[in-house]
T-cell receptor, first 110, second 115 residues
Framework: GQQVMQIPQYQHVQEGEDFTTYCNSS?????IQWYKQRPGGHPVFLIQ?????EVKKQKRLTFQFGEAKKNSSLHITATQTTDVGTYFC??????????FGTGTRLTIIP | EAGVAQSPRYKIIEKRQSVAFWCNPI?????LYWYQQILGQGPKLLIQ????????DSQLPKDRFSAERLKGVDSTLKIQPAKLEDSAVYLC?????????????FGEGSWLTVV
């Protein structure tokens, strides 16, 4: 089936360290979106990647879409306590339906 | 701009009882989604409406779940009878069009506990 896997499931980092989460699909994606969900909150859209090899930046966040459009990553430089939450990728397989990944839960050690 | 509104925020029911959740999407958004998010997992799409027509309900347990979107605006999701495994957050979301090029905006969610 069409699934999107994310690793790692959990990540604990010291404040100021970098963080990366990876998203993988067995089949080609039309596009991929990233969402952040704070504890007790709802998913909030971060970005959408469409093109093969695309790289987008938002301040300390860098998003990449693989050349084959089967994988993606989110990298946060110098984490802050405000970065705490679960980061989800969500893939569109061209069927106008988003399939969410399993998420990576980030906790920050002050 | 007002966000996606959902109610109730919290509900506790006994198994085999029924429950209904209501959603009002962002004004003008054609597409409405209901997702189920079990603790520690990613959101799972239950049903997707385009205006008042169903686009996808392949993961909706139709023996107990039903959803409708009247006049292409508000929507209700009903569970009858509820099972223990239905305990989850039910997220309503909307987008201006279909997923292809659109952001999905989520509501705060309705937290359901089945005891």
């Amino acid at each position: 089936g069409q699934q999107v896997m994310q690793i790692p499931q959990y990540q604990h980092v010291q404040e100021g360290e970098d963080f990366t989460t990876y998203c993988n699909s067995s089949t080609t994606l039309s596009n991929i979106q990233w969402y952040k969900q704070r504890p007790g909150g709802h998913p909030v859209f971060l970005i959408q990647l469409v093109k093969s090899g695309e790289v987008k930046k938002q301040k300390r966040l860098t998003f990449q879409f693989g050349e084959a459009k089967k994988n993606s990553s989110l990298h946060i430089t110098a984490t802050q306590t405000t970065d705490v939450g679960t980061y989800f990728c969500a893939g569109n397989f061209g069927n106008e339906k988003l399939t969410f990944g399993t998420g990576t839960r980030l906790t920050i050690i002050p | 701009e007002a966000g996606v509104a959902q109610s109730p925020r919290y509900k506790i029911i006994e198994k085999r009882q029924s429950v209904a959740f209501w959603c009002n999407p962002i004004s003008g958004h054609a597409t409405l989604y209901w997702y189920q998010q079990i603790l520690g997992q990613g959101p799972k799409l239950l049903i997707q409406f385009q205006n008042n027509g169903v686009v996808d309900d392949s993961q909706l347990p139709k023996d107990r779940f039903s959803a409708e979107r009247l006049k292409g605006v508000d929507s209700t999701l009903k569970i009858q009878p509820a099972k223990l495994e239905d305990s989850a957050v039910y997220l309503c979301a909307s987008s201006p069009g279909t997923v292809g090029g659109n952001t999905i905006y989520f509501g705060e969610g309705s937290w359901l506990t089945v005891v």
